[in-house]
């Protein structure tokens, strides 16, 4: 039998997770999301960017022949990490902030004294896209070094019209400029982010802002797939987020909700109510509001990097969450201010540390769950016929070293779309 040419093939791992399942993708509860669909001494073909066949390495090698064979030998291959919450394009850090919480400040505190996110607003505003491009690059690189592929990111550190379009058009530039070296972006608009200073005094005005000329120029211009709230007591409340949300799904855009951080806000429930994609953070959530979510089937996106960073000692409740079969998926909410890193494989040990999640939860979160957070889950967040090559090879032997094996980077090679990475291809 003449077998089949393909472009690359990834053969004789030790584990290939593949997370392959039945309709619908999306995992809830524990059963679904303790299984992987792991495939040992597995292979992957790949032509054309994806994939083209999933199986034992013997069945594998028998149909398929390549130009490039990369044995995964005692190695573990997944899916690429998906990182569905950041906000990697801003200039400058918070780095005295960090000293002033160890020392006892409020994240409230730091921002009434100018601190926050109005600090890093005041820097984007005065920087060019060119040094805003650059900026995000290096930590890009960081992520997808990481293992991350794709990676959703968010604006909200412009808070008026040009700044915001600002931020978003450097997103859809880093996206056409990319040559497979950094994750895909998905381009969240975060307007809502905090109420500018020029506002001080006039919220609704901000809104009234966001909802008149900020939305109707997104869309039109079409920066951005979803569009997110800051939803917090004292700063965009129920009212405030329910009249963005609801003017940009007028708009199509598809909406997130950064709901309950710091206080039981009524976030959650709002998020069930409008049909949201997500809510994200969730610390201090109510039991009314997570069922409300779950009966939408509004996906959980928590972050517990920004609670070990804010040194507080309420998580989000993921277990309670998962058993009550509410959609989890986890990200690092990467941002100067509260959560500074980039990876998600520190992300997956502090939620199976802190918020008790296996590690096998914890990989369909940042996968799968991650994929269907964004809309992706056609095309990516497992390792199945006809989906985009984007996978990881990690240097163990097997998916639960990933968070077990903490404060080192375990990838071996990122492969983006059949192609692997230029700046780790050292081993190959």
Same mark, same amino acid.
């Given at each position: 039998?003449?077998?089949?040419?393909?472009?690359?093939?990834?053969?004789?791992?030790?584990?290939?997770?593949?997370?392959? &399942?039945?309709?619908?993708?999306?995992?809830?509860?524990?059963?679904?999301?303790?299984?992987?669909?792991i495939i040992n001494h597995g292979a992957v073909a790949i032509k054309n960017g994806r994939i083209k066949a999933v199986g034992k390495t013997d069945n594998i090698l028998e149909e398929y022949s390549a130009a490039k064979v990369i044995k995964a030998g005692a190695k573990t291959i997944t899916p690429g990490l998906i990182d569905c919450h950041t906000h990697p394009i801003f200039i400058g850090n918070r780095v005295d902030e960090f000293e002033l919480k160890?020392?006892?400040?409020?994240?409230?505190?730091?921002?009434?004294?100018?601190?926050?996110?109005? &600090?890093?607003?005041?820097?984007?505003?005065?920087?060019?896209?060119?040094?805003?491009?650059?900026?995000?690059?290096?930590?890009?690189?960081?992520?997808?070094?990481?293992?991350?592929?794709?990676?959703?990111?968010?604006?909200?550190?412009?808070?008026?019209?040009?700044?915001?379009?600002?931020?978003?058009?450097?997103?859809?530039?880093?996206?056409?400029?990319?040559?497979?070296?950094?994750?895909?972006?998905?381009? =969240?608009?975060?307007?809502?982010?905090?109420?500018?200073?020029?506002?001080?005094?006039?919220?609704?005005?901000?809104?009234?802002?966001?909802?008149?000329?900020?939305?109707?120029?997104?869309?039109?211009?079409?920066?951005?797939?979803?569009?997110?709230?800051?939803?917090?007591?004292?700063?965009?409340?129920?009212?405030?987020?329910?009249?963005?949300?609801?003017?940009?799904?007028?708009?199509?855009?598809?909406?997130?909700?950064?709901?309950?951080?710091? =206080?039981?806000?009524?976030?959650?429930?709002?998020?069930?109510?409008?049909?949201?994609?997500?809510?994200?953070?969730?610390?201090?959530?109510?039991?009314?509001?997570?069922?409300?979510?779950?009966?939408?089937?509004?996906?959980?996106?928590?972050?517990?990097?920004?609670?070990?960073?804010?040194?507080?000692?309420?998580?989000?409740?993921?277990?309670?969450?998962?058993?009550?079969?509410?959609?989890?998926?986890?990200?690092?909410?990467?941002?100067?201010?509260?959560?500074?890193?980039?990876?998600?494989?520190?992300?997956?040990?502090?939620?199976?540390?802190?918020?008790?999640?296996?590690?096998?939860?914890?990989?369909?979160?940042?996968?799968?769950?991650?994929?269907?957070?964004?809309?992706?889950?056609?095309?990516?967040? &497992?390792?199945?016929?006809?989906?985009?090559?984007?996978?990881?090879?990690?240097?163990?032997?097997?998916?639960?070293?990933?968070?077990?094996?903490?404060?080192?980077?375990?990838?071996?090679?990122?492969?983006?779309?059949?192609?692997?990475?230029?700046?780790?291809?050292?081993?190959?």
């Amino acid at each position: 039998m003449k077998k089949q040419r393909v472009d690359l093939i990834i053969s004789d791992a030790a584990e290939l997770v593949t997370l392959a &399942s039945p309709e619908p993708p999306l995992r809830v509860g524990s059963d679904e999301m303790n299984y992987l669909g792991i495939i040992n001494h597995g292979a992957v073909a790949i032509k054309n960017g994806r994939i083209k066949a999933v199986g034992k390495t013997d069945n594998i090698l028998e149909e398929y022949s390549a130009a490039k064979v990369i044995k995964a030998g005692a190695k573990t291959i997944t899916p690429g990490l998906i990182d569905c919450h950041t906000h990697p394009i801003f200039i400058g850090n918070r780095v005295d902030e960090f000293e002033l919480k160890i020392r006892g400040a409020t994240y409230q505190q730091i921002a009434e004294g100018g601190g926050g996110i109005k &600090s890093t607003v005041r820097k984007v505003r005065l920087a060019s896209k060119e040094e805003l491009k650059a900026n995000a690059l290096k930590h890009l690189v960081r992520s997808i070094s990481c293992g991350t592929t794709t990676l959703e990111a968010k604006s909200g550190y412009g808070l008026n019209v040009s700044d915001e379009i600002k931020m978003l058009e450097v997103i859809k530039e880093l996206n056409k400029a990319n040559d497979g070296n950094y994750p895909e972006l998905v381009a =969240t608009f975060l307007g809502a982010h905090e109420i500018p200073d020029e506002y001080r005094n006039n919220k609704q005005g901000y809104v009234d802002n966001i909802k008149r000329e900020m939305l109707p120029l997104v869309a039109r211009k079409k920066l951005a797939e979803f569009c997110d709230v800051f939803c917090e007591k004292d700063i965009f409340e129920i009212k405030d987020a329910w009249q963005i949300l609801t003017t940009a799904k007028k708009y199509g855009l598809s909406i997130k909700i950064h709901a309950d951080e710091f =206080t039981t806000s009524g976030g959650a429930e709002l998020a069930g109510e409008l049909n949201a994609t997500s809510a994200d953070h969730l610390m201090f959530a109510s039991d009314k509001g997570l069922k409300k979510m779950r009966e939408k089937r509004v996906i959980a996106i928590l972050l517990p990097g920004t609670t070990f960073m804010l040194g507080f000692s309420t998580y989000a409740p993921a277990r309670k969450m998962i058993e009550m079969g509410l959609p989890v998926a986890l990200a690092t909410d990467f941002n100067p201010g509260t959560c500074m890193s980039e990876s998600l494989p520190m992300i997956m040990t502090i939620a199976c540390v802190m918020m008790k999640m296996t590690p096998a939860e914890v990989l369909v979160a940042t996968t799968i769950n991650a994929a269907c957070a964004i809309k992706r889950e056609r095309h990516i967040g &497992s390792l199945e016929v006809g989906k985009q090559a984007d996978m990881v090879i990690w240097d163990c032997p097997s998916y639960k070293h990933i968070p077990y094996h903490f404060g080192v980077n375990l990838v071996d090679t990122v492969i983006k779309k059949g192609c692997l990475l230029k700046h780790m291809a050292k081993n190959l």
